[in-house]
């Protein structure tokens, strides 16, 4: 089995600073690793995904994150967020395997750009 | 390219009620799951359907049932509603071929509300 635990239930920031969302996991088994994000009222939309390879992975709207293995870690970073950027957003683990395995998701980190 | 679409988008039911939601995956894909999103939480996995059958089941009771048609679409049954069962039901789809690495594409839910 997986968990997700994201440190910060809420993360205030004013536009163009940076931001820095957290996630660590534990696994027993490989996983893969996902940021998503939740618009209010709307559902969850994929930000980026690690699955193999280079350990920093970006969307194209800016984000980034970056997979610890030792620290087993996935934080979410912006250099320069947007008020446009509020929102929900929640870290996920996937079991790796050759089959489609469910999500687990964190509690979510709320985000919170103001001018 | 029509994404994951959800019926109903809201709905109000009384304790003890039955309700049927209703889900079509994206084009193309051939697995559903059905996630629980209570409030400030981050979503629950319910269950995957893929090929008609269940194939994974998450930590809910067996009032919670579901059901995948040959044209992949699917329906969530939730019996004997508690106050409890109040939450956003997301609908999700991928491939179940390639593995878990493939991208899990959400709904925009539908919000049951017990009273």
């Known amino acids: 089995a997986q968990s997700v635990t994201q440190l910060d239930s809420q993360v205030p920031v004013f536009e163009e600073a940076p931001v820095e969302l957290r996630c660590n996991y534990s696994?027993?088994?490989?996983?893969?690793l996902f940021w998503y994000v939740q618009y209010p009222n709307q559902g969850l939309q994929l930000l980026l995904k690690y699955l193999s390879g280079s350990t920093l992975v970006k969307s194209i709207n800016g984000f980034e994150a970056e997979f610890n293995k030792s620290q087993t870690s996935f934080h979410l970073r912006k250099p320069s967020v947007h008020i446009s950027d509020t929102a929900e957003y929640f870290c996920?683990?996937?079991?790796?395997?050759?089959?489609?395995?469910?999500?687990?998701f964190g509690k979510g980190t709320s985000l919170l750009v103001t001018p | 390219d029509a994404g994951v679409t959800q019926s109903p988008t809201h709905l109000i039911k009384t304790r003890g009620q039955q309700v049927t939601l209703r889900c079509s995956p994206k084009?193309?894909?051939?697995?559903v799951s059905w996630y629980q999103q209570a409030l400030g939480q981050g979503p629950q996995f319910i269950f995957q359907y893929y090929e008609e059958e269940e194939r994974q089941r998450g930590n809910f009771p067996d009032r919670f049932s579901g059901h995948q048609f040959p044209n992949y679409s699917s329906e969530l049954n939730v019996n004997a509603l508690l106050l409890g069962d109040s939450a956003l039901y997301l609908c999700?789809?991928?491939?179940?071929?390639?593995?878990?690495?493939?991208?899990?594409?959400f709904g925009e839910g539908s919000w049951l509300t017990v009273v």
């Open positions: 696994s027993s088994v490989s996983v893969y």
């Open positions: 996920a683990v996937r079991e790796n395997s050759n089959s489609g395995y469910a999500l687990n």
């Open positions: 084009s193309g894909h051939d697995t």
């Open positions: 999700a789809s991928s491939l179940f071929i390639g593995g878990s690495g493939n991208t899990i594409y």
